[in-house]
């Protein structure tokens, strides 16, 4: 049971995952696509719209993340791009996540 944290802070950690986790799957949908896989891009993946990205994984995007907080006042959840393999473009596709904002390295 969750014992603090109102609707509005599970509204906001909420928006804060949903945004955090399209920016990181773009940005490996957006490298397999300037590598040659357009297996993403044909998915709509590339793109900052989450609909794609909750489409592909409803249950890692929005049924188990709110499940998560309303049982325990946390958020557990994932998201994945759609990539086809070929050799070494897999670890450069997997190198943008890196940067996205869920990521970067913080201060102090």
Known sequence: MRDSGTLG????????????????EAAHAWSASKLGDDTAKQGGQV??????????EPFGMVLVPLLSWFM?????????????PSGHDVIRAAA???????????SG
């Open 96 to 106: 943008p996540s890196w940067l996205s904002p869920d990521r970067r390295p913080t």
């Open 72 to 84: 325990g006042g946390w958020l557990i959840g994932w998201a994945s791009a759609p990539i086809t």
């Open 9 to 24: 802070d599970g509204l906001m950690w909420y928006a804060v995952f949903l945004f955090s986790t399209v920016c990181h």
């Open 47 to 56: 793109s900052l719209n989450p609909v794609p990205h909750i489409r592909r």
